[in-house]
């Protein structure tokens, strides 16, 4: 079983999580512009969340060809830890996420220098300086900020170019199941 929403127009999900607490997400990956030729991204979801172990749904992606999808940065984790695996439209890349907090952007991974997303961890960061980890409305008003029009801002804003962010989610996994 599976909880995730469904993109009605390409088909596929973002972002969801199995019976087995495997998680996928993905974002796209800044500086290649999208062919609409290619299969939908929403796919890689779904495939990495047929996997029983977050190792094994980054087998089934990594058995299919990267030159299919546009380049992005699929999140693949469960209890045991987790792995971005990244592609530039070329090739695949895998990175391993730390425990603790990771903040994967669209720029993530050198797709494009960027200070937004060494400023939201270094936020997170100094937020887990004290005795507990920063509650999600701590985080959630962090993502929200409007502070700023442009690609620096935590959320993106460019109304020239009709781009604004898409979304945000904050992923939490402990011991117990919920």
Known sequence: ???????????GTWLGINEASVFAGITNRFGVP??????SRGELVSLALEGKTGRAG??????LT????????????????????WSDGETFHEHPIARGPSVI?????????????DRLGEHVRESLLGDSAPDN???ESLL???????FEGVCVHVPDMEYATRSST??????EVH
């Open 105 to 117: 952007t669209e720029r993530s991974f050198s797709a494009y220098d960027s200070e937004r997303e």
């Open 34 to 39: 999208p062919d609409p030729l290619r299969r």
């Open 58 to 63: 980054i087998e089934k992606v990594r058995a």
């Open 170 to 175: 904050i992923i939490r996994f402990g011991r």
């Open 137 to 139: 409305a701590e985080l």
């Open 1 to 11: 079983k599976v909880l995730s929403p469904l993109d009605l127009k390409a088909g």
């Open 144 to 150: 929200k900020g409007h502070h700023e029009i442009g």
């Open 66 to 85: 990267a030159r299919d999808f546009n380049p992005f940065h699929l999140a693949i984790c469960d209890r045991a830890g987790g792995v971005v695996l």
